[in-house]
């Protein structure tokens, strides 16, 4: 591996207008002589297996126990063929994404910039006029990436809390949900303060084998007592499809993530390509989440819950070794997506020296503050459903379509579009797709938590 160089003290760095003038002539093959994954360096660097089980982790989780509600709101066939296109737009999307954040490497020469560094770089190599919004739209892609990861812990711990109410309730006197999201919050503390990804693999190898032990196990309920299949819908009406993007698209996106485990990577140049880890773990994920939602929605119809988990008995002895199995699971999927949340907190507002005396101190603090919030609104907002649509919703449409189709469109602008222009008109269609979807999806999620916060509170020992 390469030596660590001037260019990697870059890394970290906001990039500025003295780093991004391009050659006179923008088609220069110097632009492109530069390989940035040759001068990368990562301290403790992810194998291509390492990553596989990390993308694993990163996506499969609380989504997947969703998707018999979105397959509800969808109907089995158009649930099924949406979740294929919806599955190879957002994986287009992430290969678009990556491709524009190299070339933005390339462009300035550095090794690695991350997704907002590659947005404000990518501003600058646009028309002049944008130029002087760089760095109002890197600061807005930070705090759309902060939020969508925030998001997704506090799904996190609801879902936790509730599986683990269940099983308390059923053994113990009746609690509030809230004093179950106290617990998560206290047990979650020394496993969230590992602060080396490598370090975090054994528990996401670990939390991938509970979760999949679960899932089997849930097999035993889902094919038992199945009713015909004639009795569930096959199509439903367009307006519903709107509820199915937003779980769906939380069951299979993790743009954050994706992009921290392929910057660990010891051999990036692994993660995309056809046969790349980023497309094994998609295609696993894919068939994982139309498997069980076809079997959720087909097994408990009208009825299936935000998690199927709250669809099973209570009172078995399987069903509670099934709940805490995938509780356990979840419970170590929370380090990883902070992870994320920390590494881009540091790298667009902290210190930019890693070695710093003060630096582990502040993280842990952070840290310390980041998981404390995230319980604090697990527990006001314990609408399982409409906080899982409401991220799907939010960090689709600006994550995955927008930000990558921007991207695309500034760093292709001096060197030109196609053929007809065919990739701007492409990028331009996934905006305005992105738009429409995020301002329906996230409107009807708002609405659903807005009724939920105002609804008449519950009495004490009810959640």
Not at 311 to 328: G, W, Y
Not at 377 to 387: D, G, I, K, R, Y
Request: aromatic share 12%; charged share 15%; net charge positive.
């Amino acid at each position: 591996m390469a030596k660590p160089t001037k260019e990697n003290s870059q890394l970290h760095q906001q990039p500025t207008l003295s780093l991004i003038g391009l050659p006179n002539d923008p088609t220069r093959s110097s632009i492109y002589i530069y390989n940035p994954y040759e001068k990368r360096t990562v301290e403790v660097p992810l194998t291509n297996f390492d990553a596989f089980v990390s993308l694993l982790k990163c996506v499969i989780g609380t989504g997947i126990l969703a998707m018999p509600l979105a397959m509800r709101y969808a109907g089995i066939v158009s649930g099924v063929v949406l979740s294929v296109l919806l599955m190879v737009l957002l994986t287009y999307c992430i290969h678009l994404l990556i491709t524009g954040m190299t070339e933005c490497c390339r462009r300035i020469h550095v090794p690695q910039v991350s997704m907002p560094q590659a947005v404000q770089i990518a501003y600058k190599l646009g028309p002049a006029c944008l130029h002087c919004f760089a760095r109002t739209a890197g600061i807005s892609t930070t705090c759309v990436l902060v939020f969508g990861q925030f998001g997704l812990c506090c799904v996190y711990i609801v879902f936790v809390s509730k599986n683990l109410k269940e099983i308390g309730d059923f053994y113990f006197k009746e609690y509030h949900e809230r004093y179950y999201v106290l617990c998560v919050c206290v047990l979650q503390l020394p496993f969230f303060l590992i602060r080396k990804l490598k370090f975090l693999v054994p528990l996401n190898l670990l939390s991938n084998i509970l979760l999949y032990v679960g899932f089997l196990c849930i097999m035993y309920y889902l094919f038992q007592g199945l009713p015909s299949l004639q009795d569930r819908e096959m199509f439903k009406p367009p307006l519903d499809y709107m509820m199915f993007f937003g779980i769906a698209a939380f069951s299979l996106t993790a743009v954050g993530s994706m992009l921290v485990v392929e910057a660990n990577m010891a051999h990036p140049e692994s993660y995309l390509g056809f046969f790349g880890v980023l497309n094994l773990a998609v295609f696993c994920i894919l068939c994982s989440n139309i498997f069980f939602g076809i079997m959720g929605y087909w097994r408990y119809g009208e009825q299936v819950e935000a998690s199927i988990t709250l669809n099973i008995p209570q009172s078995e002895v399987l069903s509670q070794f099934i709940k805490i199995a995938i509780a356990c699971g979840i419970f170590l999927s929370y380090p990883l997506n902070g992870f994320v949340f920390i590494t881009i907190v540091f790298n667009e507002f902290g210190d930019q020296k890693p070695q710093h005396k003060c630096r582990t101190t502040v993280e842990i603090l952070v840290r310390i503050c980041f998981l404390v919030l995230t319980g604090i609104v697990a527990a006001v907002v314990p609408n399982l459903a409409a906080l899982t649509e409401l991220e799907g919703a939010f960090s689709l449409c600006n994550l995955n379509l927008i930000c990558p189709a921007l991207i695309d469109i500034f760093v292709n602008y001096q060197i030109g579009y196609g053929r007809l222009r065919w990739k701007l008109l492409r990028d331009i269609l996934l905006i305005l797709i992105g738009i429409v979807f995020g301002v329906v999806g996230c409107t009807v999620a708002i609405q659903q938590l807005v009724a939920d916060l105002t609804a008449k509170p519950s009495l004490p020992g009810k959640s």
